[in-house]
Each structure stands twice: as structure tokens, then as C-alpha cells.
């Protein structure tokens, strides 16, 4: 059975889409599966952003096979674990946790650079291009770890 990660952001169209990519570049698939979520709904079936499109492009994959979807109870049952990436996120997946064995599934992203820091990957949605990239290096970071932790 493959170990199944997923990375939740709010609209899964910036953040998560990209944070997928990059971890599913850093893994074996045929060990691995990397989804994305958004805890909200409202960019369901939607591509990523043309930015995060473009950002991922420049670091050598695409992401421009992925669609929107908003986060659900299921994805409990179905992950192994739950990437939040800001306190906003973790807050709206625990809500939907129902049982301990849910919660400790979900970690925030960039603890895997500084444990316990909770810091947030900022939301580039309403700012220039630069954000993205901000993002994609901190994510790149994070992946790195993960990926050599479980690999
Ligand atoms: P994401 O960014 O959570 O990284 O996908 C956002 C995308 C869309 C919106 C907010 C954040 N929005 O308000 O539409």
C-alpha cells in the first residue's frame, strides 16, 4: 500500500497545488501518492492559479494536470498525513476531525524546517509573482525534509 500525504491550503489553487508538485517530484510513485485539498470550495474544478502554473514550469514540472477540490471528511480515512499550510487551514481541518487518531495526522508544512515554530506559508493569491516564488522556496525546503524522512 502506498504511504498517502495530502497538502491543504484555502483555495487549492496557490499554495497546495504547488506544494503537491514539488513533494510528488521529491518521491517514488510507485510508493507515494500526493493529492491536494482546499478547505474551501469555491475554486472546485479549476486549475491552479496561472501563476503557480508558471512558477512550477520555471523549476522544471508541471502542474497543470491538477483540479481544484475541497477538503472532506473522507480524506481522513484515505491520508496518511495532513499538510496545512497556515494556522487558518489547520484550524478549519481539525474541525472536521473526529477521532485522535484524525488530528495527529495533520501537521502544519513548515514545522518540517522549524519544529514547533508553526509558521505559516503566506497566501500569494492578491500579490505579484514574487510571492509565488517566496513560496515555492519555502515549500521546496519543507519537501526536502519530508521526503528524505520518509523516503
Ligand atoms: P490558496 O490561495 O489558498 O493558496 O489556493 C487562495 C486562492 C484563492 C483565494 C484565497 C486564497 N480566494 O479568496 O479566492
Redesign the pocket.
Known sequence: MKTKILMV????????PLAEGILASKLDPTKFLVDSA?TAG??AGELPDRRSIATARQHGFDISYQRSRKFVRNDFQTFDYIFA?DQSNYNNILSLAETEADRKKVHMILNQISPNSNAEVP?P?YGGDQGFENVYQMLDEACSIFAEKIS
Not at 491550503?9 to 497546495?16: A, Q, W
Request: hydrophobic share 20%; with cysteine.
Open positions: 491550503c484555502l483555495g487549492n489553487i496557490c499554495r497546495s482546499g469555491y475554486h499550510m497566501d493569491y
